[in-house]
């Protein structure tokens, strides 16, 4: 075997594919029967724009044609495609013209609310309000893509996976678990949020965390139908690619008058729609070194206040809610390890996974 991946999250996924794809015999190592961690636990929300600048953005946009292929490869359904970003307050205007500025702005546009009650008449942009639409993204239904996937790549590329074995140590490329030793030429690690297990020795130096977020799913009346991803004023200050330009303090300093609470929570607004016709909603944000297990119904009654206010949806029904963690703490997207020739070490250190986890794999493969 050429190479061992442990974890089957969409980093050590991204990996396997990338390496497959270079000729390299791939097995990928995973200690639960399945992934059922960040990976499969979020919006499924491939994003580029919004992205920090620089190389989080780039390897959105280079992550974002790779799901593009792997949806008519693999037979990935894109549930909707695109962004609208609700600007309801005037403050948010500046930080979208300003952004239409920089090359992250390409082919992003601001409509006025009348553009946007013909062509996206379930968001709530009111009568001077304004919102941007982005075309570049593109969103898929996790708990269905992922084992998707992990399968395509076992039938395209002959990738070996071994479910349910806890890798233990790493010595070379070989990886042992309580009951094999996996022998390869090379190992990548890419354990997503264990940051106390088998990359800790490489990790413990980083100021990693963990975040922990509350999700819902809600169930709409019938017919109601986005074609896009919805955001709203609270990402302008969360998401770097917009919260980084001078614009946003202003802003900032107007949401810390108004929505105090939602900032403490680090809740903004994302919602997305899956092929049942339920909403995907979230999201709060709050740092744990391990993560506290109850979720608070004061922060979901929240992300609920914001959805009602963007989108012209009054009555729905939650019917899932679940949390899940990433690893931050950090000023940085993502940490690449390399301790020698045989090893490199992958975590995302922030929540942008699914939209950069191929960008990521292609930037380790280019040097190694
Ligand atoms: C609620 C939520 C919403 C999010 N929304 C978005 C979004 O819309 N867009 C976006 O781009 N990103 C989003 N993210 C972030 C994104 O999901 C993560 O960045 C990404 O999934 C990280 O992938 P991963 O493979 O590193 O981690 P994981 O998916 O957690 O996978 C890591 C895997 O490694 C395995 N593992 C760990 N240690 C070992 C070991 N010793 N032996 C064997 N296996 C091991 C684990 O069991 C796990 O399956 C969100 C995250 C959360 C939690």
Redesign the pocket.
Known sequence: MDLNV???????LAHALIASQKGLRVRV????HR?????I???????VTGQRSGLTWQRAMRSRDVWQSLASEAGLRIEHCGLWMLARQALSVPVLEAFLQTEMGSSCELHTSAQVQVKAPWLRCEDGMTAMYSPHELRFESSIVIPRIAAWLQERYGVEFQWA????EVQGGTVRTATHRFEAERAVL?????LN??ARPWLKDFALHLTR?Q?LRVRPPTGFKLDAAAMSDLSLVRYLGYAKLPQAQALLAHLQQTEAQSLADGIHL?AVQSEDGSLVV??SHHPHATPDPFSSDAVDALILRHLRQSLRLDQFEVIQRWT???PTGIDQDAVILSPDDQLRIA??SS???????FGLAQDVFQTW
Request: proline share 2%.
């Open positions: 442990v974890g089957a999250g969409i980093v050590g190592i995973e200690k639960d992934c059922v961690g960040a990976s636990r979020n919006f499924g929300f491939i994003t074995q806890d890798a233990l890419c354990p997503g949020t264990y297990g088998i977020l999700m994302i979230g999201d899940g963690v990433y975590v995302v929540g942008c996974g699914a939209s950069t986890a």
